[in-house]
């Protein structure tokens, strides 16, 4: 089974407009690392939040953690035609073991 | 140029047969991680190992066979005994240690059984 979960699975909005994914997980996390991948390719990483923290900004990314919740969010503001793609929460567990969930598919209109 | 490379790229497979997929990584990453990835779907993990000459079994490890004989380098063999081995295959690497940073993919291997 998964550790991540995101949500939702698919998005579609308008350039320019924001875009938020959701990820629950399952167990305790050493940190949470979001993934951006575009069709058929490898994954590349986007931003790690540690357990201990609970928001975390990298550009025009904002992600938050709860930890009570066993939760994150991206925020992808000001989108744009290049961000569409398939983004990703992974969970890391204190002993390496690194676990995807199934992917938010965004899709920016022009 | 330092990174991760999967070969090869697209694999066509006979029923029956085992395979080989390849992945080198010139980061120095302690860390090899082994990926599936079915059409529209997430990235379920197969075996990762943290160190040369240890590695642990993922979720989905039934039919795949892995060794990390050197640290460059973490092959992934698809067994007859995969019941249904076409998908998409990436590998990551990454450094260990009390920071756990984030990892690197390679560019994926498409697997066909024919």
């Known amino acids: 089974s998964q550790q991540g979960e995101e949500d939702p699975q698919a998005l579609s909005i308008q350039e320019g407009e924001n875009a938020t994914m959701n990820c629950s997980y399952k167990?305790?996390?050493?940190?949470l690392q979001w993934y951006r991948q575009n069709s058929g390719r490898g994954l590349v990483h986007l931003i790690l939040?540690?357990?201990?923290?609970r928001e975390k900004h990298s550009g025009r990314l904002r992600v938050t953690l709860d930890t009570s919740k066993k939760s994150s969010s991206l925020l992808i503001t000001a989108s744009r035609a290049a961000d569409t793609a398939s983004y990703f929460c992974?969970?890391?567990?204190?002993?390496?073991?690194?676990?995807f969930g199934a992917g938010t598919t965004v899709t920016v209109r022009a | 140029d330092g990174g991760i490379t999967q070969s090869p790229k697209y694999l066509f497979r006979k029923e029956g047969q085992n395979v080989t997929l390849s992945c080198e990584q010139n980061?120095?990453?302690?860390?090899m991680y082994w990926y599936r990835q079915d059409p529209g779907q997430g990235l379920r993990l197969i075996y990762y190992?943290?160190?040369?000459?240890?590695?642990q079994k993922g979720d989905i490890a039934e039919g795949y066979s892995v060794s990390r004989e050197k640290k460059e380098s973490f092959p992934l063999t698809v067994t007859s005994a995969q019941k249904n081995p076409t998908a998409f295959y990436l590998c990551?690497?990454?450094?260990?240690?009390?920071?756990?940073?984030?990892?690197?993919f390679g560019q994926g291997t498409r697997l066909t059984v024919v």
């Open positions: 190992s943290q160190i040369v000459n240890d590695f």
């Open positions: 992974a969970t890391d567990g204190n002993d390496y073991k690194l676990s």
């Open positions: 980061l120095n990453h302690d860390a």
């Open positions: 990551a690497s990454r450094f260990t240690g009390p920071l756990h940073e984030e990892a690197f």
């Open positions: 939040i540690r357990s201990n923290e």
């Open positions: 167990t305790s996390i050493n940190n």
